[in-house]
């Protein structure tokens, strides 16, 4: 293109940056060209096609009406689609084209990984490198056709059914198989929780029906009770080590914290729910509390830690008072609820580096019973396991959230947090009279029922003994 060209000669850049500088005097006559050429390829008068402008010509200026007129004949064009179209059925042409490779691969993939092939070795080895090579187009799929500016919903929902069809695929596989499935899906699963994890709790949530993260994640892939009990005991070994880590540290850091967290749930939640609470539609509640709103979460967190490095680097502090204020910063995080899911656990982890920073030796076995691994951790200190207790009771009973600095010396951001307190709790008091009507309904139905089957054995017809006789 001519003045492609003498853009490009004139600022001294090269002709794919100099495309950036046409202005929309400059793409009216090419797009007429353009145009031209195409009436004359269909109708296959080669020899009409208009010579080019001269390199030097600049285009002159167009009037505005001459110039709604052009622009109403490009975007016409001479097969009646406009340029928007064109560019459209491409993207879908394109679109279907590399969908149906990746498809093909997946079918593929099934055959080789549901074979009873006695070369396990070769086996693993194949699913492995077909499966790294979906996963690496999928993701490619979705920068280009979801991520990016192709962004539309035929090409969402072919990328969903993709990867329900990789989840599903695993749970049909043999173990061994099915293993490498987990691998890739722990290295690579952020675009499937990005897309069917975020999904599901979202069609969850339409619905009426509150779900955590773990049990979203645990429905889209498919995970029986067994598999995320294993997974658990993998991630406990994990935290046990970043545990001992961080206790040979001279202090703690808010991204300690979220390494707790990812270390402790691989493959149980999205990996970024590691990240604290920061968007602002990343409320929580919790039984009767609710986490603080995102953006107090990191201030409120940065006063915990600071507060755990003083307790942290204080040699005065002896063995039994430093398990107790251990205890209380653990019931603080708790309260703060700082991340979308698992806080429970990562309170835990927590108190357990305070303690190891004083001797106390994590396990790498996970200890289902929770005042026992409570009592473990603090070393059987009865004030500290009854601090910890008493803030599961305030949890389950009463009706708050936590007190952070930033919101004690602001008395308007407290009377916000005081107004969402009362509407928690007048939302969970209908929620409560609502579910008590409904099981009271419930039984009333099942006596009913009851007095029906009942009713017709101790009622016979006139005669009925004497022909049962007879």
């Not at 100099?18 to 353009?34: G, H, N, R």
């Not at 407290?414 to 107004?419: G, R």
Request: proline content about 5%; some cysteine; charged content about 30%.
């Amino acid at each position: 293109m001519p003045r492609v060209r003498e853009i490009s000669r004139k600022e001294g850049v090269s002709e794919d940056d100099a495309v950036i500088e046409l202005t929309e005097a400059d793409l009216i006559p090419l797009e007429d060209e353009a145009d031209a050429a195409l009436e004359m390829l269909d109708s296959e008068l080669l020899e009409d096609v208009p010579p080019p402008l001269p390199p030097a010509v600049q285009p002159p200026p167009i009037p505005e009406a001459a110039r709604s007129r052009n622009s109403r004949k490009v975007t016409a064009g001479s097969h009646g689609r406009s340029i928007e179209e064109s560019l459209t059925e491409m993207n879908e042409r394109l679109l279907k084209e590399t969908m149906g490779q990746i498809e093909g691969k997946l079918n593929d993939l099934y055959n080789r990984a549901s074979e009873k092939d006695p070369d396990k070795e070769q086996q693993i080895s194949d699913v492995r490198i077909a499966l790294l090579e979906i996963v690496g187009q999928l993701y490619e799929f979705s920068e280009v056709f979801v991520s990016g500016k192709q962004n539309n919903e035929a090409a969402v929902e072919r990328l969903q059914d993709c990867l329900m069809c990789l989840t599903k695929m695993r749970t049909h596989a043999e173990k061994m198989v099915a293993d490498v499935f987990e691998e890739i899906f722990q290295e690579f699963g952020d675009i499937i929780d990005e897309q069917l994890v975020t999904r599901y709790i979202r069609e969850k949530n339409e619905a009426g029906e509150g779900v955590s993260y773990e049990d979203a994640v645990r429905a889209v892939y498919h995970r029986t009770p067994e598999g995320m009990e294993a997974i658990k005991e993998k991630n406990r070994a994990r935290a046990a080590e970043v545990v001992t880590q961080l206790a040979k540290k001279d202090h703690l850091t808010l991204e300690d914290i979220e390494s707790l967290h990812m270390a402790n749930n691989r493959s149980i939640v999205p990996k970024q729910t590691s990240h604290m609470r920061s968007r602002p539609n990343e409320n929580v509640t919790f039984f009767k509390r609710f986490g603080l709103a995102p953006q107090h979460v990191q201030s409120a967190m940065e006063d915990v830690v600071a507060r755990a490095n003083a307790l942290w680097t204080d040699d005065k502090v002896g063995r039994r008072a430093y398990a107790v204020e251990a205890a209380k910063l653990h019931n603080d995080m708790l309260d703060i609820h700082p991340f979308g899911d698992r806080n429970g656990s990562t309170s835990m982890l927590f108190l357990e580096t305070l303690m190891a920073h004083r001797g106390y030796q994590p396990k790498a076995t996970r200890e289902k019973r929770y005042y026992r691994h409570l009592s473990q951790v603090v070393g059987g200190n009865l004030v500290a396991m009854g601090t910890v207790a008493y803030q599961q009771v305030v949890t389950a009973q009463v009706y708050g959230y936590y007190m952070s600095p930033e919101i004690a010396d602001n008395p308007k951001l407290k009377a916000l947090y005081d107004e969402a307190k009362l509407k928690r709790r007048a939302q969970m008091q209908r929620d409560e009279r609502a579910y008590s009507a409904a099981v009271k309904a419930a039984k009333d139905k099942a006596r009913a029922k009851q007095k029906e089957d009942i009713a017709p054995k101790s009622k016979r017809a006139p005669g009925e003994g004497n022909q049962l006789a007879a």
